[in-house]
């Protein structure tokens, strides 16, 4: 959005008032193409604080609020009945081949693998990818011999007991439901949602991800709602840190306030660049637009022309300002795109 402009009259001479975010200083000008002379003594003349008209690219930015936090991990549920007598500390390590919590005393180990468990796994039962993703967890931990297959026979029956009798459990070559649970890389504990002592069943904890991530709550329809976006994110006391858009939820309803946005979440450059922070307000700044090639001032050059429209005061060779119509573009922090009677190179007066 453009600032607003005003002109600011007097009885010979036209004013121009700067514009731009925070701007109280005013400088006055003649109207366009017109010189100021320079005073009868030279040696008095003071030299016009002033800035450089480039040419580059310039990059539009929206900012948002947003917050820092760390990836969600898998929820450990309890489907084995018997008492829960084992659990985990708030902020304890875990991975595949860990030990999520006891029933009965009896362990209840994290296998690596996307499909939950939703049978036992015994000789006889019907060919399956649960299977194979027990058996990929047997050979990684030097228990399969074979390749994995979709099938339970007596290789992957003996693998089983190995690996029961090497963690203490009774050997019977199969796995009752609820005796292990599939999981997903590596997490730590968050939040208990169950104690020592509680039946089995039901969510035990929470997790959470090493990897961190920065959700912020979009407009419906906004365009910088695109997986790919490019943003850069203001992490309090650790600078800035690029970062792309890496997903785009559905859209969600407040039952407070009504108000329906659309959460997307960014994925960091540098996740290392966070530092010891987990939990933080941020503030996220989505790449709006780009023009290439394009001439940009600063916005404080920019004065409101008393006929409509902009000037800068381009400085003259011999001392004097010439006020030069210009058409302002994309603004971009700044900077702001221009184009009119002046070249990069050409230095133009700001105020001091």
């Known amino acids: ?17 700067v514009v731009g975010a925070a701007v109280t200083a005013v400088f006055l000008v003649g109207p366009p193409g017109a010189s100021r002379a320079a005073d009868a003594d030279e040696s008095t003349t003071t030299r ?36 829960i007598t084992s659990l985990p500390k708030v902020g304890d390590a875990l991975s595949a081949r860990s030990e999520l919590f006891r029933v009965d ?31 990929d967890n047997l050979k990684a931990w030097g228990y399969f011999p074979g390749t994995p297959d979709d099938t339970f026979d007596r290789r992957t029956a003996n693998a089983v007991s190995a690996w029961q009798k090497d963690t203490g459990q009774e050997r019977t070559g199969s796995i009752a439901r609820g005796a ?27 997790t959470a991800r ?65 530092g010891d922070l987990t939990d933080a307000s941020v503030q996220v ?3 709006s637009e780009v023009k290439e090639d394009v001439l940009h001032v600063p916005v404080l050059a920019l004065g409101a022309a008393v006929d409509d429209g902009f000037v800068v005061e381009v400085l003259q060779p011999d001392g004097t300002t010439t006020a030069v119509p210009v058409e302002a573009g994309l603004f971009a922090g700044d900077r702001v795109e221009v184009t009119g009677d002046v070249q990069a190179g050409d230095e133009v007066v700001v105020p001091a």
């Open 105 to 135: 005393d009896e362990p209840v180990t994290a296998f690596e693998g996307a499909l939950p468990q939703w049978r036992a796994f015994e000789q006889g039962m019907a060919k399956g990818p649960d299977v194979r993703q027990l058996e």
């Open 48 to 83: 016009p604080a002033t800035a450089v008209v480039e040419q580059g690219t310039l990059t539009g930015t929206t900012t948002r609020a947003g917050r820092l936090s760390r990836l969600d991990g898998p929820t450990i549920t309890g489907s084995a009945p018997g008492t």
């Open 210 to 274: 090493d990897d961190k991530v920065v959700s912020v709550d979009l407009p419906v329809g906004s365009p910088l709602a695109a997986v790919d976006g490019v943003v850069s994110v203001a992490l309090p006391g650790h600078g800035t840190v690029p970062g792309r858009v890496s997903d785009v939820g559905a859209a969600v309803a407040d039952e407070t306030t009504g108000k329906t946005t659309v959460p997307v979440t960014v994925s960091l450059d540098d996740p290392a660049a966070t």
């Open 1 to 17: 959005m453009r600032p607003s402009r005003r002109a600011v009259a007097w009885s010979s001479v036209a004013g121009v008032a």
């Open 285 to 287: 700044d989505f790449v």
């Open 180 to 206: 292990l649970q599939f999981v997903t890389g590596s997490f730590t504990v968050s939040t208990l949602t169950a104690a020592v002592g509680d039946a089995s069943g039901g969510d035990l904890y929470d």
